[in-house]
T-cell receptor, first 112, second 113 residues
Framework: GDSVTQMQGQVTLSEDDFLFINCTYS??????LFWYVQYPGEGPQLLLK?????NKGISRGFEATYDKRTTSFHLQKASVQESDSAVYYC???????????FGKGTHLHVLP | GGIITQTPKFLIGQEGQKLTLKCQQN?????MYWYRQDSGKGLRLIYY???????QKGDLSEGYDASREKKSSFSLTVTSAQKNEMAVFLC????????????FGPGTRLTVL
């Protein structure tokens, strides 16, 4: 079945560092991929969506693209701030239009 | 804008107890979801409801029941709490067929003694 794998459980950076989080996905359908972010004490919220390979999704300084050849999907930001500390989930749209598949999440901790 | 309210915020129960978690949304969304969040395991779908009076099992439905009383509310029942049930339960809603954009509540943290 469809799946998404997020290997980085925790990432620690300093302010102004470059962020790169990678996911891989597996699907027999045309993938629609998303990133969600969860701040402490809150539920997850949609950060951005990418529906076409090699096209960027951009939101709040974050960029995401996916590579159909390597079935990888990544999130990046040029310069992180302490306020970006949160858990980031890569998410794959399911062939069932009412479901999505969440990765295990990457906990980003940005040091001041 | 809208909001999703989950009650209670913290729930403490005894092993074997039947426990109910409640969720209300005022987005007027058709579809609602219940997820379980365990540390290091991401979010796993327990139940979802496409529209009022509909119930669909997710990947983790065993040991849970759900009820969609009306369009704005969706309840989850842990039928017999187990010690390994300690987790955060998240409710979400979306426009029908737009599952990618889900709006989440803040969660109910369950502790079983």
């Amino acid at each position: 079945g469809d799946s998404v794998t997020q290997m980085q459980g925790q990432v620690t950076l300093s302010e102004d560092d470059f962020l790169f989080i990678n996911c891989t996905y597996s699907t027999t359908w045309y993938p629609t991929l998303f990133w969600y972010v969860q701040y402490p004490g809150e539920g997850p919220q949609l950060l951005l969506k990418v529906t076409t390979a090699n096209n960027k999704g951009i939101s709040r300084g974050f960029e995401a693209t996916y590579d159909k050849r390597t079935t990888s999907f990544h999130l990046q930001k040029a310069s992180v701030q302490e306020s970006d500390s949160a858990v980031y989930y890569c998410v794959l749209g399911d062939t069932n239009a009412y479901k999505v598949i969440f990765g295990k999440g990457t906990h980003l901790h940005v040091l001041p | 804008g809208g909001i999703i309210t989950q009650t209670p915020k913290f729930l403490i129960g005894q092993e074997g107890q039947k426990l109910t978690l409640k969720c209300q949304q005022n987005f007027n969304h058709d579809t609602m979801y219940w997820y379980r969040q365990d540390s290091g395991k991401g979010l796993r779908l327990i139940y979802y409801s496409i529209t009022e009076n509909d119930l669909q099992k997710g990947d983790l439905s065993e040991g849970y029941d759900a009820s969609r009383e009306k369009k704005s509310s969706f309840s989850l029942t842990v039928t017999s709490a187990q010690k390994n049930e300690m987790a955060v339960f998240l409710c979400a809603s979306s426009i029908a067929g737009s599952s990618y954009e889900q709006y989440f509540g803040p969660g109910t943290r369950l502790t079983v003694l």
